[in-house]
């Protein structure tokens, strides 16, 4: 077929709107080369391989891989407005499939992880509303294997993008595997799991250019964003610091969804799960996350590594809120609803475990790679909502792991097999490792062979639900009110925290290159809060005036601040787990430096030394203090608060290395504690330091003062005369 010819066919593409020639215009005009069309498929073949002709109505339409068009590309088909997703959706399923084989053998999303063993000990019995085994013995403990991850980028990207944490954890009850699947934060972008491949596509690098690399300051993903209003209260959630965390072992864990509990009498209560860090919550400001990226892209994993290696094993709270049926018609929300929360001033959380993660992994590949989730992992008395997005969940997270792991039998690699017995007729298989005996292979069975029947009393049993309705694809009314939980979370947050989440907007929407987008984002935040989207608007330069998104529902401005949802109205005073880097000059005071390290360890925290060299420096005292980073590759970006030790001598040296300036002004400009030893104030005049309540003499004598300020965390009040809004 000539080049003409199949000019005047067309083509298809997505959703884009394709020119096709007719053939009443004129020859000039159908001689003309065909202008590039961005297209999926350059061609529409029939069953003789034919291009079949199309007209432009069709030729702009989704279809699926058959060439079905597609009516709703929005919403999964489901009994009812709020009911399950049904098993003959064949768009959600071939969307979802097709987006689960894309990428082998690394995951598709997740992909970045490090993860640890421990325990699950159960402090407060849930016997009266669950079934299940893990929740009846106060005291037991469960073997658990926890994953935490970045989303967007692949496994070699660094650990400090500003990003969503997965938090997924594999409990290894009596009665089978449980999955607890979620992320550091409580909502999530989209209602419906047909939307998920959209979000991820638009967040992952631009295919044509296969950057930027776990990022999502790029025009495709905020393109996606700026069209689904859905999305606006997990996008203050992801601009704000819950997406820069300091550590993995300092950083919540949520299960997203509503599930539902069910005690031996078949009655339901619907349970969230909320996992709290016992070291409490930390965060990095933007400027060192991007520095810490450079210096070291392994950070957290490090860390994470590091700490368990020492001893330092870090554990978090498990807690629930719990509510039933009248709460769940009362709420303000949907309780399906997976972009919404329930407030922990409306429902508060009740501490029923404790996780503590204490032996690493002895390979990687084997345990952290090869684990596979599956949020359909329940045991008996733990079930399911007909939530839209955790539904798709079920069905998407079990394909892709036969894809990833390479077939059905990924159950049995050692760190996804069950510690509790295991018993059926599912047989052969791609990597089948059992050696699967006897004639039987089927059940019932009256011949003789094994024994397996159901278990009416043990087995696990939905919740028997009435549900009734029509068959359809359509999004509750009761999901419409995209803005106000939004609203509410950035009205809870404290003015630093506001400013961060400011500036991370502007910065993101500064790299998207298409006015329209950055326009319309600016509708969706004046949606929100008028004063913010000024406030992006201002930084963006952008002076027009700004018109709200259409919207169902207006934000509601009654609903009171949570003070739960920020990190800063909830810090404690504490070092513990922290580290502090100590730049060390040659005639260093040797007895300030061994006060230094005596009362940091009492804190609970590392003491760790830097010098121009590796071998370290001469004290006063003539004895030698070993560094543990040469200045180039110790930057303070890696330390939680610092010192400075010196003497004159020591200071000429430092004071003549760009490096050391450098180290003090990004401690200063960062926010952190700085002690300065008498002899080191002039390098911290050259850096720029201004005196205030992060500002400390060191003496040897009296460390009360520095301990009380590395406790109390960053110095928020610097931060307008470091980095002016």
């Not at 949907?334 to 919404?340: C, G, P, R």
């Not at 959380?349 to 359909?376: H, K, W, Y």
């Not at 390290?597 to 001469?618: C, E, L, P």
Request: proline content about 5%; aromatic content about 8%; glycine content about 8%.
């Amino acid at each position: 077929m000539s080049k003409q010819s199949m000019s005047r066919r067309g083509v298809l593409a997505g959703a884009a709107t394709i020119p096709v020639i007719e053939p009443a215009q004129s020859e000039a005009k159908a001689a003309a080369p065909s202008p590039e069309v961005p297209s999926i498929n350059k061609t529409v073949q029939g069953n003789g391989g034919e291009l079949h002709p199309l007209s432009s109505e069709i030729s702009a339409t989704l279809t699926t891989n058959q060439g079905v068009p597609i009516g709703d590309n929005q919403n999964s088909l489901r009994i009812g407005e709020r009911g399950p997703t049904t098993l003959e959706d064949f768009v959600l399923r071939e969307k979802i499939t097709h987006f689960d084989h894309e990428r082998i053998p690394e995951r598709v999303v997740h992909a970045r992880g490090t993860a640890a063993h421990g325990y699950f000990e159960l402090t407060d019995s849930l016997a009266d509303v669950s079934k299940a085994d893990i929740f009846q013995k106060v005291g037991e403990r469960t073997p658990v294997f926890t994953r935490f991850s970045t989303v967007a980028g692949n496994r070699g990207s660094t650990d400090m993008a500003r990003d969503v944490r997965g938090f997924a954890v594999k409990f290894y009850t009596q009665e089978g595997n449980w999955d607890l699947v979620g992320n550091n934060i409580p909502v999530f972008f989209i209602q419906d799991a047909m939307k998920f491949p959209d979000l991820v596509h638009a967040v992952k690098e631009e295919p044509d250019r296969g950057f930027p690399q776990a990022a999502s300051a790029h025009d495709t993903f905020w393109d996606f964003i700026s069209l689904m209003p859905e999305s606006m209260h997990m996008i203050m959630w992801v601009m704000s610091d819950r997406a820069l965390p300091r550590s993995v072992r300092m950083m919540d864990g949520f299960g997203v969804h509503s599930f539902r509990l069910l005690n031996a009498a078949g009655k339901s209560t619907y349970v969230k799960f909320h996992w709290r860090p016992e070291l409490g919550k930390q965060s990095v400001v933007w400027d060192e996350a991007v520095k810490i990226s450079g210096a070291d892209p392994d950070y957290h994993r490090r860390d994470l590594w590091n700490a368990i290696a020492e001893g330092d094993f870090p554990a978090w709270t498990l807690s629930v809120q719990l509510f039933d049926e009248e709460f769940a018609k009362s709420f303000d929300f949907d309780v399906l609803d997976s972009t919404k929360l329930i407030p922990e001033e409306v429902i508060p959380l009740r501490v029923i475990g404790r996780m503590v993660l204490d032996r690493n992994p002895t390979n990687v590949f084997a345990e952290t790679e090869q684990v596979a989730f599956c949020t359909s992992h329940v045991v008996p008395g733990i079930d399911f909502t007909n939530d839209p997005l955790l539904q798709g969940r079920n069905f998407s997270y079990l394909d892709t792991q036969l894809k990833r792991l390479g077939g059905p039998n990924f159950h049995q690699i050692p760190i996804n097999a069950p510690r509790c017995p295991m018993h059926n007729f599912q047989r052969d298989g791609h990597m089948q490792m059992s050696k699967q005996e006897g004639r039987i292979s089927y059940n019932p069975s009256a011949l003789d062979g094994p024994n397996l029947n159901e278990n009416d009393a043990k087995g696990f049993v939905s919740f028997r639900e009435h549900v009734q309705g029509d068959k359809l694809r359509v999004r509750s009314k009761t999901f419409s009110d995209h803005y106000s939980q939004a609203r509410q979370f950035y009205m809870s947050q404290t003015k630093p925290e506001q400013d961060h989440i400011v500036a991370a907007l502007t910065f993101e929407l500064s790299k998207v290159e298409t006015v329209e987008i950055r326009t319309r984002m600016l509708g969706h935040l004046v949606n929100i809060d008028d004063s913010l989207a000024k406030r992006v608007a201002d930084g963006l330069g952008d002076t027009d005036a700004i018109v709200n998104a259409q919207t169902e529902i207006k934000a509601r401005s009654d609903l009171k601040n949570s003070p739960a949802l920020s990190i800063l109205q909830n810090a404690q005073p504490t070092f513990k787990s922290r580290v502090l880097g100590c730049l060390l000059g040659e005639g260093a005071d040797a007895a300030l430096v061994s006060a230094l390290r005596t009362a940091v360890k009492s804190a609970g925290g590392t003491f760790k030394t830097i010098a121009s060299k590796i071998g370290g420096v001469v004290g006063s005292d003539g004895s030698r203090i070993p560094a543990d980073y040469q200045l180039d590759g110790g930057p303070s970006v890696l330390f939680d608060a610092v010192a400075v030790v010196t003497s004159k001598k020591g200071l000429e040296e430092l004071s003549r290395k760009v490096k050391a300036v450098e180290w003090v002004n990004d401690a200063f400009s960062h926010l952190k504690v700085v002690g300065l030893s008498p002899d080191a104030k002039p390098l911290g005049d050259m850096a720029g330091v201004k005196k205030d309540n992060g500002i400390i003499s060191l003496s040897a004598a009296g460390m009360d003062d520095f301990i009380v300020a590395i406790k109390g965390g960053r110095i928020w009040e610097r931060e307008p005369q470091v980095r002016p809004a």
